[in-house]
């Protein structure tokens, strides 16, 4: 059974920088298609970005050239890097994982493994 635990988050200044981080149990992070999602208040779940396990990764349009997926393979863990972060990030911060490390789940509910999430408060 594959456990992940987000960690990092937290509040940040807008144009300052966060590193989130998903310890992995159970399989190796290399393994699975990961990705962060992100829910604000009152809102749904969006992907921010994804990664497979070519290492190719995909963004959404308002994170693209601010946030960095990767992955720690020495710590097992998938890495959500913040720069540039603005108000609207706001968020419970969500890392999720599929068994199939080279299908692109077509939605969130696809996803296998979720983590409890972690919140990031971006002020002005």
């Known amino acids: 059974q594959v456990q992940l635990v987000e960690s990092g988050g937290g509040s940040v200044q807008a144009e300052g920088s966060l590193t989130l981080s998903c310890a992995v149990s159970g399989d190796r992070a290399s393994s699975l298609y990961m990705a962060w999602y992100r829910q604000p208040p009152g809102n749904e779940r969006h992907v921010v970005a994804q990664?497979?396990?070519?290492?190719?990764?995909y963004y959404a349009d308002f994170v693209k050239g601010r946030f960095t997926i990767s992955r720690d393979n020495n710590k097992n863990a998938l890495i959500l890097r913040m720069d540039n972060p603005k108000p609207g990030d706001t968020a419970s911060y969500y890392c999720?994982?599929?068994?199939?490390?080279?299908?692109?789940?077509?939605?969130?509910?696809?996803?296998?493994?979720w983590g409890q999430g972690t919140q990031v408060t971006v002020s002005s």
């Open positions: 990664i497979n396990g070519y290492d190719t990764t």
């Open positions: 999720a994982a599929h068994p199939l490390w080279d299908t692109q789940p077509a939605a969130v509910s696809e996803y296998k493994y």
